[in-house]
């Protein structure tokens, strides 16, 4: 069969197509072009460089469903980079003519290409896949696509961790309000259980009361998980949110409770997520002091100074918290990304003050940071665009092409909110992302 293209104009212009295809049209658009020269059903790939799937398909659902790693990494022992092979095998659930082609640029950790071919009664494998020209530019095509793919890949791989480990922080936060909470409801059942001072069939009822109250708290908060954070409360309503939580905790503990209202409330609302970090702050520092022996009294006092809000919880009991107490270091956690940081003050024999001062307003980076932050290329991007150069000089002072400049001002126009590149170095220099414009043109 004859290579359909019929000029180095056909070849290169099927290049660039595969350059200019964004990740995630990778596939298909090497299947459009490998079509011209290699018809086929389906183009299953098996990659190395990958982090999220190994495998991946495209094309006739019947073999693409049916594909499984194991028969791309039995066909590997078949090739080497740069040497294609084609025959009938096992793949996709039967018996196939398959091309088989395998890539590893530098800094890879190789690529396996393996086209399933139409085939026909007269033709069980296709004389295309015999050709030794047909052979060679569906390795050149593989190994441009593979090169395409580990660059863009390197360039949006800083943005995945980042989303990555934006998740994890607020995963990780919300396991610290679970724990927090079963904690809470775990010590005001046995507090109950354990009490001398209420009868037996009393402390049972009041022991489901307590659990079935923990779990109605449990569903609300699943409600409550993707809004996390959101409007704002009053100083008085958040205290008194927080006391009703502490009295049903300690309501049948041996060690009394004082509650000291903040004495000057002001005109200034509590933003929720600050709300939620000194209930939380609170319910941390008084289930650690009750993990101590000896306590009889925990005292709570909330109070407005200047633009934050400090909170301070104290005991009578033996004074020996330390800074790797458990309790202690969940409060630590819950409190990073908010402007705070506990204070711990523990006097033997005297007793133990954890206090802890909130900001009134969210920290400005919290306020400030785009939805989706930029990795350190486009980082750079966004510099050049601030100076108001454009992309043909902006490819030539990073030593990049002019199609990834376009790639990355795409992708910060749309992690920034922006409408134009004007309106994306305006709001950079505004979160304080760039410096002020210091340059030409030129």
Known sequence: MALEWSSPEDALEAALTLVRAPLARSLPTLSGVLARVLPHRALLVLTGDCSEAALRTHGDPALTDRARTADLAALAAKVTAGTPWAGRTEIAGGEHPVLVAASSPDGSAGT?????????????????????????????????????????????????????????????????????????????????????????????????????????????????????????????????????????????????????????????????????????????????????PGVRRIRVSWEVEESALAVSVRDDGPGRLGEGDLGLRRLRAGLEGLGARPRVEAVPGWGTTISTRLPLDLPELERGRPLRELNPRETEVLQQLDLGRRNRQIAERLNISEHTVKYHVANILEKLGAGSRGEAAATARDLGLVPGRRGTTS
């Open 112 to 292: 396996l290409l393996a086209a399933v071919l139409d085939e026909t009664p007269q033709e069980p494998v296709p004389g295309a896949a015999a050709d030794p020209a047909v052979l060679g530019v569906v390795q050149h095509l593989w190994d441009l696509t593979t090169l395409h793919v580990k660059t863009l890949n390197a360039a949006t791989e800083p943005d995945k961790l980042s989303r990555a480990r934006l998740v994890s922080s607020e995963r990780d936060r919300a396991v610290a309000e679970l724990t927090d909470a079963q904690e809470a409801a775990l010590t005001g059942i046995l507090g109950v259980l354990r009490s001398r001072s209420v009868e037996d069939a009393t402390a049972r009822r009041t022991a489901t009361g307590l659990a079935a109250s923990a779990l109605v708290d449990l569903r609300a908060h699943d409600g409550r998980s993707g809004g996390r954070g959101q409007g704002t409360e009053s100083l008085d309503e958040a205290f008194a949110t927080m006391a009703d939580k502490l009295l049903v905790l300690m309501r049948h503990h041996e060690t009394a409770l004082e509650l000291v209202r903040p004495s000057r409330l002001g005109d200034h609302p509590l933003p929720a997520e600050m709300a939620d970090a000194a209930r939380a702050a609170v319910r941390r520092s008084v289930l650690a002091m009750l993990e101590q």
